[in-house]
């Protein structure tokens, strides 16, 4: 959560800066700030989204800058809380992303020392720590002393008006640094930078990069030089625009006939290396968050089904209690589409400390983890800004087609009938787009909807509620359809939308039976299916399919259900309120 963003050069940095944030929003948009030097420090700050805010563009003036768009953690969304923070003589400016755990206790010993807060941020100790050290050393002295003192995970970017350099700390939250001709750059990935160069490090945890416009040098925490190699990134900055449409939701949601050539497009060496890992493990755990975690329960029943290896699929977050108890040798898969999310990649590091081999299924190269896997299968989906997660579902679905089919030594057939839902896809949001318009209008004034499907399609009724619930803010379950009745469905009342995800498969007549319990309680049916049923209100139509590809194209109603209720409400939906895309806290 929280993106940064610093710049060296001889650009003027605000501009940089301000366009930069711009692409960092998806990370936190409660707050931003930007503060610049030209010989002193200057600060433009506010509460807001970055398109809202005020910016004083003219007192950021000068060629060095840093920046910051917010996720609150410790401190209300104020624009006292709002980053960059100063040191008390306003020389040296920090903005943060992560965690300072012994925040209290180091800001009680400044104050002791005479240092006066203006935030209530664990940030703000960073900055006077690094002011306090400056009265016995130099600005980049004084800044690697200061983390000697900080625990917990973090990532900060400082600067001083006493020098031309930016310094950037890592430690459990990420930071890239962008390699430039007589400008360099930082942030907290690489979408600021895309536009001025490909050439990017990416630092690990416990490292530090010191940047002058025409030199980066890379140290550990414990100050030893490091020689990390620039990757050439290959992303397209033309991918982070909205290319005509009006959110990157619904951008991404077209994307995803794109996406599946993309994915599909896998190393074979590395499928087949991941495939025998699976295979001769004694366990495997999936281990993900969120919608990573529903792709990856569809990717169980796949795996199963098509290479009869059970899996096991876990909550990241509550991964961390069993994690001790996996077996050396096991498996863990990490799905994540950032790779950022901190409750996969605390596990994740615990189960390689423990002899665990670590694959992981992810979209952003480079990310932690990433680095922190044997190997690694990469998504190809291109960024995914919008921060309710769509095309990425589906690249990571696609993910465990192609595992799974290589597991059953039938990858190239696998191939061959996975590149043909590409129209398939495209066929299902012709047919379901222009009935879901018109069934958001009945949804916008709803409080509840309950989503129910059998088999594989279990994990789209509750990734379709999660979907409904972030953007359009009406409470939704989802769950198996013969779960319905032993609780939930007493909730179901005259006009209580349920939407029955029906394929013509071998759960279509209990789904359906099902259907029938919610109808006689008076519940409006939306049925997603290939086939119509008088039972239904309204039907989304999909094309019919093999029965193990259906989850591709049942989920697609459910986003665009999701899109056009949150738009027929008025609602932020490319940023809806309280969440971030990258969720690098626990
Ligand atoms: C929902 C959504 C989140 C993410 C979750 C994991 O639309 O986007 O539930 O799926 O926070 O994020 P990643 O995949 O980056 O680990």
């Not at 863990?332 to 400390?353: C, M, N, R």
């Amino acid at each position: 959560m929280c993106g940064i963003i610093g710049y060296i050069g001889q650009r003027k940095a605000s501009i940089v800066l301000k366009k930069g944030l711009e692409s960092l929003e998806y990370r936190g948009y409660d707050s931003a700030g930007i503060a610049t030097i030209d010989k002193t420090i200057s600060v433009s700050k506010d509460v807001g989204k970055i398109a809202n805010i005020k910016w004083d563009m003219d007192k950021l003036k000068g060629n060095i800058g840093i920046a910051h768009t917010r996720w609150a953690t410790h401190g209300g969304v104020t624009k006292n809380n709002a980053h960059p923070h100063l040191s008390c003589d306003g020389n040296i400016a920090v903005v943060h992303n992560g965690i300072i755990e012994n925040f209290s206790e180091v800001k009680r010993e400044l104050e002791k020392k005479g240092h006066k807060f203006r935030s209530e941020t664990d940030t703000e100790v960073i900055p006077h720590l690094i002011e306090e050290n400056m009265k016995k050393m130099g600005f980049e002295d004084a800044a690697f002393e200061s983390i000697k003192k900080l625990k917990g995970a973090f990532a900060f970017v400082a600067v001083s008006s006493r020098e031309q350099k930016i310094m950037a700390f890592r430690k459990e939250s990420p930071l890239v640094v962008g390699l430039g001709q007589g400008e360099n750059f930082v942030a907290s990935d690489a979408y600021p930078f895309l536009e001025y160069t490909k050439r990017a490090v990416f630092l690990d945890d416990n490292e530090a990069a010191v940047l002058t416009k025409d030199r980066a040098d890379f140290y550990s925490f414990d100050r030893a030089r490091l020689k990390k190699e620039p990757k050439i990134l290959d992303w397209d900055p033309k991918n982070v625009g909205k290319n005509g449409f009006e959110h990157y939701l619904i951008k991404e949601i077209y994307e995803q006939p794109l996406v599946l050539k993309q994915t599909l497009a896998q190393d074979e060496k590395k499928l087949k290396e991941v495939a025998s890992l699976i295979q001769r493990a004694p366990r495997v755990c999936i281990v993900a968050a969120g919608t990573a975690r529903h792709a990856s329960i569809v990717g169980r029943y796949i795996i199963s089904e098509l290479a009869g290896k059970y899996c096991e699929v876990y909550m990241a977050s509550e991964f961390q209690y069993f994690v001790d108890k996996i077996e050396k040798g096991s498996v863990v898969i990490g799905v994540s589409q950032s790779g950022e999310t901190a409750d996969v990649l605390f596990p994740i590091k615990k189960a390689k400390k423990n002899g665990c081999k670590i694959v992981s299924i992810v979209n952003v190269v480079g990310s932690s983890l990433d680095r922190e896997s044997d190997v690694s299968l990469y998504l190809n989906c291109g960024p995914e800004i919008s921060v309710a997660s769509t095309k990425a579902f589906t690249a990571q679905v696609l993910m465990f087609y192609l595992i799974a089919y290589t597991m059953a030594y039938k990858l190239d057939e696998g191939k061959r009938q996975l590149g043909q839902l590409t129209t398939k896809i495209e066929e299902t949001i012709k047919s379901t787009e222009p009935e879901v318009k018109k069934l958001a209008e009945y949804m916008k004034d709803k409080n509840d909807a309950y989503f129910i499907a059998r088999g594989e399609n279990f994990a789209i009724a509750i990734e379709g509620s999660l979907k409904l619930k972030e953007i359009s803010y009406i409470h939704a379950e989802g769950m198996p359809a013969g779960e319905l009745k032993h609780g939930t469905l007493s909730l179901v009342t005259e006009g209580v939308p349920v939407i029955i995800i029906a394929p013509k498969d071998y759960t279509y007549d209990e789904t359906l039976a099902n259907a029938h319990e919610v109808k006689s309680r008076g519940g409006y049916i939306i049925g997603i299916s290939d086939e119509n049923n008088p039972i239904f209100d309204v039907w989304l139509k999909i094309p019919k399919v093999e029965p193990l590809f259906y989850p591709i194209l049942t989920n697609i109603p459910c986003q665009l259900l999701a899109y056009y209720t949150a738009k027929a409400k008025g609602n932020d939906v490319d940023k809806p309120r309280n969440l971030a895309k990258s969720v690098t806290v626990r």
